[in-house]
């Protein structure tokens, strides 16, 4: 079993497994000096089996490396507001510190927006990676892979904040609020799923771009192996 791991571990190319090194030690530093302790198991726990699952789940849906970093880039920015609990990241404070000016104030923000920035990323980062595993592994071509993508993004986007919603009636009053990161505010879940939906659609329209604006429904073309 050992052995196993190891020969799946070394078959990863040498970028990807730098980034999953890198993010455990990101979760690592996440939980120095931990603010919310009570809280950190439920917000990174699921991060951490996810990240040492990794191996395996590449080997078994092979990905490019940028998609990968994608994954990777929004895992960090989740981890990194996962300290915090998403409500309470002090980006006003540091913002004060550097400039004297803190940014709720510029943009007119009445609650915490990191939480926000990252249902953003969700649609923005991982809109590629699913659309590769799409044509991959659905034999899609690159319209309608990215056409899946964007559905799948809005689609993860619902269960999750059902999840929340879940968590909330079964959770205690306040205990609630602080996991799911509503602040009040009673239209939290369709923001954050427009923010997810906003940020595929960008996503979408920057690889559509990148490929030339194939049609929807373009016979598609043989994948070599991931990069």
């Known amino acids: 079993m050992i052995s196993g791991a190891v020969a799946t571990w070394k078959a990863l190319p040498v970028a990807q497994r730098r980034m999953i090194a890198a993010l455990l030690v990101a979760i690592g530093l ?48 989740h981890t ?16 004060r510190m550097l400039s004297g000016h803190d940014i709720s104030s510029l943009l007119g923000l009445q609650r915490n927006a990191y939480d926000r920035l990252v249902h953003f990323a969700f649609g923005a980062l991982l809109t590629a990676p699913v659309a590769e595993i799409a044509r991959r592994k ?3 071509c ?7 993508a964007f ?8 269960l999750y904040e059902i999840f929340e919603w879940l968590l909330t009636v079964i959770a ?27 940020g595929s659609a960008l996503a979408l329209i920057a690889l559509l771009r990148r490929r030339g604006g194939d049609p929807i429904g373009e ?7 991931a990069q």
């Open 30 to 77: 996440a939980n120095v000096a931990q603010p919310f302790p009570d809280f950190a198991p439920l917000q990174h726990g699921p991060t951490l089996l996810l990240t040492f699952a990794t191996p395996w789940l590449l080997r078994c849906w092979p990905l490019s490396t940028g998609s990968v970093g994608c994954i990777w880039l929004f895992l960090l920015l």
């Open 80 to 95: 990194f507001g996962a300290r915090w609990i998403y409500s309470y990241v002090p980006y006003d404070d540091w913002a």
């Open 138 to 140: 659905g034999g899609l």
């Open 142 to 148: 690159h319209g309608w892979s990215l056409a899946f």
């Open 151 to 158: 559905a799948a993004i809005g689609l993860g986007s619902a």
């Open 172 to 198: 205690a009053g306040e205990t609630a609020d602080y996991y799911n990161g509503q602040q009040g505010d009673v239209w939290d879940p369709q923001k954050d799923m427009a923010a997810a939906q906003i």
């Open 219 to 225: 016979t598609p073309s043989p994948e070599g192996p």
